[in-house]
């Protein structure tokens, strides 16, 4: 899976997983913050994030404090699953 | 306490209003569904998202009334069961995933004060905010506790205070199970003329904004009782008593809505009821919205409609109501076993 | 306006179950959390629980209740806090089944407690379970209404963690108004695989016991019990004792966030506020509060920031969840009777494991035990949807 598949893929997990309404992939810019920005995420959706990132990608993450660093941008998490991911 | 206006979400078209122009919603099925407003229109998408269907609903219909009301000192909602379908959804995740990594989302909004609490978020109102769950006594005791409110306050205020119940599979599957729902499908049209046991599940969202001042208002809410495993005998003494302490006489109650659902089991109450009002008109309400734990909030809502003169010539009202009543006496009851009383004047 | 007073209270925690063991172990700085004997989760190895020692047949025998297979461990804990708190009042029965005598219970998980039965029997899997008529949130209440034959007022309340709490609002301005002359008030909530696997999912447990208002807290323990209070009104006690006076309540709501509540505190600000204004106290006449305390980073940090908004000086405080765990809808009312055990007695007793308080805060909790004249004691309840509820509660003698 090249980078830009990742991408892709990833986004449309984050529409399903915060049932972000009528959000399609193109609309969300890879350097926007999740958090304080225009999507409106907040930390339930971290933990939210969590479980994707377990679900899908087999990553464990202990807590919102450990994935403060990793739950940036699309581009952070991005990275992160491709070094870590487990399925 | 006295009523200044209503809003409806419920199976018959009452989001637009149509439904008062003698719009008819026939229902065949095993359950009775709201017609939905489109709740995009008014909710954020951000908001939205997270939303079940009983916040949806209530929202729904809260939103038109704070919309054209003055902001209110608090928000009080009956639900017997909340967001069920939220709670359904967590419960099999615990059950599919074995305990593990859960989705929170679901469980924040299964707890049944959610809709409470997103309503005071959405308006920001740091208000009196409580939320009764107390079965289908639930919508009475929210008005019981507006009473208490309004007796506490220096100064004129109002709240919104309102019900709501949604259908999912969860409540439809252990209430069917229980024995609550008929076996045969029936239509809406056809629910009160059964007499076989059971009735059929329904749902919906109304809401209410009470104040404690007249101003404004057209009706008063008199007396909100209650009884729990009463006689038929004890039922008698406690309307004759609600009569009593409000200087009425049996003559004076020119209206009676009833919650009659069909079900043969328990309907016997409400002949009851009717019996001791020889010369009251009467009506029906659950052939338009289904049996639910807080339909007695749909009985106000209809009551509060035909005080105001609609919905009086509505072709499917059943019983008898000819002209705009004056007094009108609530009575609904839920298992044989909780029984709410709910006394409606009219001001002008 | 007519003067609301506690005649009775009956509780059963992780820490007791009578008031004299609970009083026992909060002096002594016993804490009731540990691993769960009764309670079957995934969880029961790597979390920590405030459970009740006794098992549902121990509970079913002590409320004689052996025959009643639909009641579920809500209805067992309530029951038996109810009968300890309408004995202790003296009530007969047929005070209990007046029609001024009403019943108001706080509670969230309510008939919900047996997770497996419950997925079981929403999903049609099988056949009905014993409990299919008994998953309602006002259950155990129901149960008990019929039980005890109460005629009169009946109301389960659910605002999540502050249920309780505002059962003893209602329950004292039914008195107020007029409407009741007794009302017996509390709540109740059992552990369940839904709450744990909830709170579990939203990461503010703690895999350790909870340690509220230190700066290394890690999450909330949750716990399980009951209690409640028997109101009476003045001119239907003259000659009872009497614990206290419920002199002040405030309702507000956050208005924030559904499950975290607001950096400024607004709602807990405003709770406290309301219940002061409605005791006709100052700040500086309130000599103990018994915090919420979860022991979650969120609730903590609101919290001090609230008592330091209100209270110029901030009285000695503590959170008593470090005993029992949070007891959800049960916590409002036991937090009651743990404050009103401190009121009587003259006595505070020691916040657990806040070993290393947040310097930041300025305002640690009392972690030693120490005797104090107590006049005026403040309870503070917080729940997810924003409902804050605080208490006042006034020495009478």
């Known amino acids: 899976m090249t980078r830009e598949e990742v991408i892709v893929e990833f986004k449309n997990h984050l529409i399903q997983y915060l049932n972000l309404l009528d959000t399609t992939p193109e609309q969300i810019n890879n350097e926007e913050p999740l958090f304080g920005g225009d999507l409106g995420l907040d930390s339930i959706d971290s933990v939210e994030l969590i479980v994707l990132l377990d679900r899908e990608y087999g990553i464990k993450i202990k807590n919102p404090t450990e994935g403060r660093q990793i739950l940036v941008d699309v581009n952070t998490i991005v990275d992160y699953i491709i070094a870590n991911r487990t399925k | 306490m006295f009523l200044k206006d209503a809003f409806a979400i419920s199976p018959q078209k009452t989001f637009n209003s149509t439904f008062e122009e003698g719009d ?183 809401m209410f904004i009470v104040a404690s001042s007249p101003e404004d208002a057209y009706a008063e809410i008199c007396a909100v009782e209650q009884l729990t495993y009463p006689s038929e005998h004890e039922l008698s003494e406690r309307i004759a008593s609600l009569l009593a302490k409000n200087e009425l006489n049996v003559e004076d109650v020119d209206a009676l809505v009833l919650g009659k659902s069909g079900d043969g089991r328990y309907d016997g109450w409400y002949d009851h009821v009717t019996q001791l009002f020889p010369n009251a008109e009467f009506t029906y309400y659950k052939n338009f919205v289904g049996e639910y734990r807080t339909s007695s909030a749909f009985g106000l809502y209809l009551a509060s409609e035909l005080v105001r003169n609609k919905l009086v010539n509505h072709p499917e009202l059943m019983g008898n109501i000819s002209k705009q009543p004056k007094t009108v006496l609530l009575y609904n009851q839920f298992d044989g076993v909780r029984h709410g009383l709910i006394l409606l004047k009219r001001l002008v | ?169 209602l329950g004292a301005r039914l008195i107020q108004s007029g409407k009741a002359d007794r009302v017996i008030v509390g709540g109740a909530d059992s552990l369940a695989k839904y709450t744990v696997n909830g709170f579990n999912s939203l990461m503010i447990l703690s895999d350790e016991a909870c340690q509220p208002f230190d700066l290394n807290r890690k999450g909330l323990t949750l716990g399980e019990g009951a209690a409640y209070a028997v109101l009476e009104a003045e001119h239907v006690c003259s000659d009872k004792y009497k614990y206290a006076e419920l002199t002040g309540f405030g309702n507000a709501n956050d208005a924030f966030h559904p499950s975290t509540t607001s950096d400024d505190a607004r709602g807990p600000v405003l709770a406290m506020e309301r219940a002061l204004k409605k005791s006709n106290l100052p700040a500086t006449e309130i000599d103990y509060i018994n915090a919420h305390g979860t022991g979650t980073q969120n609730n903590d940090f609101t919290e001090t920031v609230a008592l330091k908004k209100v209270f110029e000086k901030v009285p000695p405080f503590n959170s008593t969840k470090s005993y029992t765990g949070h007891t959800l809808a049960a916590s409002g009312a036991l937090e009651a009777v743990f404050s009103l055990l401190s009121m009587v007695n003259n006595e505070l007793y020691p916040s657990l494991r806040c070993s290393t308080p947040n310097e930041e805060f300025n305002t640690p909790p009392i972690v030693t035990y120490q005797q104090a004249e107590l006049k005026n004691v403040l309870s503070n309840s917080f729940g997810f949807g924003g409902n804050c509820t605080s208490l006042i509660f006034s020495k009478c003698f």
Not at chain 2, 190 to 199: F, V, W
Not at chain 3, 85 to 97: K, P, T, V
């Open chain 2, 24 to 206: 008819f919603v026939v229902h065949e099925s095993k359950t009775f569904k709201v017609i939905d407003a489109d709740y995009a229109e008014f909710i954020p998408p951000s908001l939205l998202r997270r939303m079940g269907k009983a916040v949806k609903m209530g929202i729904g219909a809260a939103l038109p009334l704070m919309k054209r009301n003055a902001k209110t000192d608090g928000i009080i909602i009956g639900t017997a069961n909340g967001g069920l379908e939220n709670c359904i959804n967590f419960l099999n995740q615990i059950v599919d995933y074995n305990e593990g990594m859960l989705t929170p989302t679901h469980f924040v909004q299964s707890t049944p004060n959610a809709l409470a609490g997103q309503l005071a978020l959405m308006y920001d109102n740091p208000g009196y905010n409580v939320t009764h769950v107390n079965g289908s006594l639930s919508f009475e005791n929210a008005l019981v506790d507006a009473e208490l409110f309004f007796s506490e306050q220096e100064n004129p205020s109002s709240l919104i205070v309102g019900a709501v119940e949604e259908i999912s599979d969860y409540n439809y599957n252990i209430d069917l199970q229980a024995g609550r729902y008929k076996k045969e499908q029936l239509s809406n049209q056809d629910l009160l003329n059964s007499s076989t046991d059971g009735s059929v599940c329904g749902e919906g969202a109304s």
């Open chain 3, 1 to 169: 306006m007519t003067k609301v007073f506690v005649t009775g209270l009956g509780a059963i925690s992780s820490i007791g179950t009578n008031l004299e063991e609970q009083r026992h172990a909060l002096q002594n700085g016993i804490s009731g959390i540990g691993k769960a004997q009764h309670f079957e989760s995934n969880y029961k190895e790597t979390l920590l629980f405030g459970e009740v020692k006794l098992s549902d047949d121990d509970l079913s025998r002590l409320t004689d209740s052996s025959t009643e297979k639909e009641y579920t461990r809500t209805t067992l804990l309530a029951l038996y806090a109810f009968n300890q708190a309408i004995e202790n009042a003296n009530l007969s029965s047929d005070q209990i089944s007046l029609q001024s005598t009403a019943f108001i219970s706080g509670s969230t998980v309510g008939g919900m407690c047996y997770t497996d039965e419950l997925y079981a029997d929403a999903n049609m899997k099988g056949e009905a379970s014993n409990f299919v008529q008994s998953y309602e949130g006002s259950d155990h209440l129901l149960r008990i209404v019929k039980r005890h034959q109460i005629k009169g007022f009946t109301d389960t309340i659910n605002t999540a963690c502050s249920s309780s709490a505002n059962a003893f609002y």
